[in-house]
């Protein structure tokens, strides 16, 4: 870290900079600038004590860091996995995969007609939620237990990967048995011990970005599972909250970007959040391929006219497997390999 | 709500909306404007199935909803209490209560040290957390269950109320005995399992703003914990994640205000984690007393310098007992008195 | 418009209501709903006055608009011009246009090997600035009038049309024998004296949307020109300010896609300044060809190394010629032709 | 500066990063860290050339700047004037003003109602738009010179100081004889030309921060005003663009504390557009005075019910009365004195 005096710091108030750095396990580093003093503190961020409390003394203006807080996801760390396994698919690594799926189950048939209409359309993975997280308790909340015996009946007869959300730690045994790729929703993104409990499972993880967090926040949140234990993250880019009222967030493809330089982890895009409505999001999926997504994730219903959430951004099968078709040659030129 | 459709929506399109609205529970109104056609949907929207749903049709242009989504804590309904009593403490309806303490539990000694500083500055109850949501998986997590022990050890002695983050429905019973108040902070705002887990122990909730929750969203927040049949929610806004830098959060004064005028629960500010630095704390917390707010919660550390966390923007117990000085006119000119 | 009552609107009130819409010249339409009761005010709403002034009522909870702002720019006008011609181009129509050139004019062997550069990468206009808009006034500004010369210099050699920001009424006279296209840059989006005077040339417009405006806002803006009489703009999205610090910007490719469906107007994209850091810039870049847009304005340096402005976002012409071969087969797919 | 180099710089590249800084005027200062290699460049940033620049070099990571780059407005500068004279009034230093008026002068009587009542309220100066900078090129755009003549007369007859809103540098000469304070509206904070003409007047400016604009960029735009020569610069808060969309915009008071730590400036605030509605103007006008503002910038309408802009926030007469009123005691306890 670098410690940046005040201007007019005196040469006692240097000396006790020094001392506050050495006493914390780092070795001070003093340059005295035209302006400004600084002191460089060298050691491992990482493993000492933490400097941001030399702040408090009046002649610290200012504390900055300088190494990446994560390390096993990092790429200049070399040591993640390049690929995500769920079932037979290897996921990254010049693969393109897509979710598809209804927002929330909400009943045998629909699932069942949405799920197979998804995969109809070209989907790899089926996603459904049995617990919703809605802005308002009179809102729809998912069917719960009984959503994941239709899960389970679903995956049993379609034979596929299922992709589902998880809101409570509470959740997890009951979810074990159907759910192939847990999902860690936008409003959680930043709940650590839902994260560390569903990471000791072992399971591949999709991890969202949370709909305000950095870029660092979110592959920090990416550490705390693979310092779990479990390397099978996928990231997921779905837009993050801005001042714009037109679109439900803005999506955020600097962030995939990015991600995609800083670590090795796949990474997903949501183009049916970002949106939250459906004439864009055949654009924004495009977007997401062309910027080097390894992977979609996009809410399919049967009659999004019916639905008990998302209905804005839902897209018929139909008009999901026209979305598909229409990104084949986006997928190919951006060199990576439909599956 | 009211449907408004494209501009050159056909006669039977337009009766396709309004058997569309008929057949979801409402009564649809039809106004023919100069430019646009709208129908508008009369039916308590809360009761009957989601208008938004209509958003599918080619001629439907947007849904806007009317009707407010929180009841029970709405100022319109009256039905919610004026004051969460906590021990023997009567929150709201003009009196004025501050929460000091450091923001981590790190020891028996720095607890005892730090409370009783923030009692000899002038706090009512007394914050320390056993659990902390760290932004990085390498940073101090909190000292969990040995924090609570130490939590337990320091109510007995102070006999003073006590104030404690939940990162976790697991966490509930433990930290029961030795919590009067619990702290749902801002990464869990919208962990609606969580909520409802803690709302359901009756015991009062500080429910701080999630850092980009809408003012609507955190009032929904409140709305799922009062509907699970707690009313002791104290509302406690603590900034919101903005574009700028130069402090932690942005201070958003405005929110209390409005949320003051929406409902009837007592609503605290949080200036310490709004500024993220010492320096503007004072200026934030007297303009928090003069916007309105029923109480302060401050971080309060012995050695701000030597802690774990937060190191940047805890103050001392002298510069604590200061900040309460010099708010106490603001209180009073305020109109509301200090208990 | 939509008036909607206070929950406890009393028939008197109702009463006002009505007449209050009827004297601003609209046609009051009154809906009693289940819990609220609403006004709907018939008529032009860009003909009439405005009826937020009834906001002044204690027994109105809110206004919302039902038309959109925006008439001449309207795809549902359908009046508005497919194309943009400059020069021999022409803009929009399935056309892929590309503008490259250095941030700012720095001399004239600078702006030679840069323009020629970016000309022999694959760019159909040159862009460089002679006036600088910078946040500190201790950065360089801008050649000025100098910079004129040079450009005009260029433009001779070179017989490519030219693209140059305007930061200031005084300069239009100057700048008019050298420009093709004016630049409006973001800092100046909402600046509508510079909006209508640079209108007033008739020449093309290039139109960056405000770092924090919104999508109606941008269009809007738009609209002024157009309603001046000048209908050659290009809308031109560079990402808006968020929270994010990793990018200089958030590019909102959601607001290209919105602003394909509301207008006819070609839209650009500007990578540079979304990213502000050149490794991301190639990702940007193909997202936004194929989210749809009709261009891209990329910044190319000679020597970015020594850019007096922007250098850690300029590439090299080498760099840009590779990312225009990079970018053509997005282009096919997305169905444009290079010109 | 700092300038970090990637994680695994070899020997050469850092050599090639000493060169380059001290090509570009600077002395470097290498430590090698556990982790990552840093150089620190010597010299006065404001000075010498800027080392952004070496950002271009695949073995830099990131360039970090140290010193702050407004001086002349600077508390560590020491240079700066205390207060700002406007006719006989000192602005700062302890002294509290407040400024109120219409939003727009929209008649003689409407501007002479409206400016006596603001008089009558407490007002110290009082505002009236000539000129309007309008999101919609169909709103009400302002009366123009007709509006300059009408201040002209308002002043003659109420001899008080006027502030008023400048959108163009060709309205300099037209609007000095009657205008005594120029204001810089959001939409023109960045606007470097019309910041500069108006410097050259020498009359004192309110600057008002832009929507969007970080502190930084707020307080660099008062620095081009000084720097320019002309030192009475009087700073004004007036709320930011954030998500929240309850309020016009959000009130950032840690600005305000934040500006008046950094400068010795005068600071205002402007209740009126950071909240957008009335109803909670008097709330973050005690706030404002508790934080240390200098003065108020209030809207004041005889009728606002009828206004042609900004109707849902502007004050009655005898609700600003009211309003000054209630502030007095706070700006007594915040230790200020209303004039």
Chains 1, 2, 3, 4 share one sequence.
């Not at 203006?61 to 996801?73: A, E, G, M, S, T």
């Not at 989907?123 to 239709?150: C, N, W």
């Not at 962030?255 to 330089?261: D, G, P, T």
Request: aromatic residues 6%; hydrophobic residues 40%.
């Amino acid at each position: 870290m670098i410690i940046v005096l005040k201007k007019n710091a005196t040469a006692s108030e240097i000396a006790s900079a020094e001392s506050n750095v050495r006493s914390l396990g780092y070795e001070p580093h003093t340059i005295r600038g035209a302006v400004r003093t600084i002191v460089a503190a060298v050691g491992d961020e990482s493993a000492n004590a933490s400097l941001e409390a030399l702040s408090v003394h009046p002649f610290v203006d200012r504390i900055i860091p300088i190494q990446k807080r994560y390390k096993l996801i990092s790429r200049e760390s070399g040591a993640n996995p390049l690929v995500v396994n769920v079932c037979d698919h290897q996921i990254g690594n010049g693969n393109f995969h897509i979710i598809g799926g209804p927002c929330a189950i909400e009943s045998y048939e629909q699932m069942k007609a949405s799920g197979d209409g998804a995969l109809a359309g070209g989907a790899h993975f089926v996603r459904g939620g049995a617990f919703k997280p809605r802005t308002s308790p009179y809102d729809f909340q998912g069917m719960g237990s009984e959503g994941l015996d239709i899960l389970a009946r679903f995956r049993k007869e379609a034979g596929c990967p299922i992709v589902s959300e998880i809101v409570s730690e509470g959740d997890i045994d009951a979810m074990l048995p159907m759910v192939d790729v847990f999902q860690i929703g936008t409003r959680n993104a930043l709940n650590y011990s839902l994260l560390q409990a569903v990471a000791d499972t072992g399971k591949a993880i999709l991890l969202k970005r949370g709909m305000s967090s950095t870029i660092e926040e979110w592959l920090l949140a990416a550490e705390y599972i693979v310092k779990q234990g479990n390397p099978n993250v996928i990231l997921c880019e779905r837009g993050i909250r801005t001042f714009e009222t037109a679109t439900r967030n803005t999506l955020d493809l600097g962030a995939l970007a990015v991600a995609k330089q800083e670590t090795n982890l796949p990474v997903f895009v949501d183009p049916s959040h970002a949106a939250g409505r459906r004439d864009i999001i055949p654009a924004l999926a495009k977007a997401a391929v062309a910027a080097g997504a390894d992977g979609l994730i996009i809410e399919v219903h049967q009659h999004p006219e019916q639905a008990l959430s998302d209905s804005a951004q839902q897209l018929t099968p139909e008009d999901f497997k026209e979305l598909v078709d229409d990104i084949r040659p986006f997928i190919k030129v951006a060199g990576k390999s439909l599956a």
